[in-house]
């Protein structure tokens, strides 16, 4: 069996999945649709998950929260190229790419990622031969603890996708600040290309929201 990745998730992107989720909390979250999902219609929010690998290393440094509808691939691929272009931009450090995705249910105790989802999760597992890919699930039922990061890392080993054993946390203030941030509205602030698409002003970068 070959050694796990270790996944070490920054601050910043860890806050804003966790934003991301909670501004549309009736939705689904998900990342990385290269089709048209309808998912029993439930709406669906899609994230990138930016990063950089250093040989077994992958440090997940950032969160680019993509939709909370459903999307079509012509907006989701115009998102993605947007995306590895802004990857390649001096404003993100040398060999940053997408490096994974994250999803979340709209049910509370649920952390299980449909088919669909999952079926997109191995199509980029595939294309990152190089880089292990991070796939992120959001856990609801533990969003109100703060001894608890509220998210679960899986990587794939061979073809089963399983949680990771190697996984630290920047900030492990991260669940504190997240109440801070519900607190103070933060989630209300957090754009994705929805937003964009519909107002360019909406950053969907979201440099200042932290």
Not at 2 to 24: D, N, T
Not at 157 to 162: E, L
Request: aromatic share 8%; glycine share 4%; hydrophobic share 35%.
């Amino acid at each position: 069996m070959s050694q796990q990745h270790e996944f070490s998730i920054s601050r910043e992107s860890h806050l804003k999945v966790l934003l991301h989720g909670a501004k549309y909390p009736w939705s689904s979250v998900n990342g990385k649709l290269p089709c048209i999902i309808h998912a029993h219609y439930e709406l669906i929010r899609a994230g990138f998950l930016l990063g950089t690998c250093e040989g077994k290393c992958v440090t997940v440094t950032d969160a680019i929260p993509v939709a909370h509808s459903p999307i079509f691939a012509s907006s989701l691929e115009a998102s993605m190229l947007i995306v590895e272009e802004y990857c390649k931009s001096v404003e993100t450090a040398k060999g940053t790419e997408i490096v994974g995705w994250y999803f979340g249910s709209s049910r509370v105790a649920d952390t299980e990622a449909p088919a669909p989802v999952m079926k997109i999760a191995n199509e980029l597992s595939s294309k990152n031969t190089h880089v292990g890919t991070c796939l992120i699930i959001i856990d609801n039922s533990k969003l109100d603890d703060e001894s608890n990061s509220g998210i679960i890392v899986k990587t794939k080993q061979k073809d089963k996708w399983v949680s990771a054993s190697k996984v630290s946390h920047k900030e492990e203030s991260v669940p504190s600040e997240f109440t801070q941030c519900l607190v103070q509205k933060k989630q209300d602030h957090i754009h994705d290309f929805d937003n964009w698409f519909e107002d360019p002003t909406c950053s969907w970068r979201n440099n200042s929201i932290l």
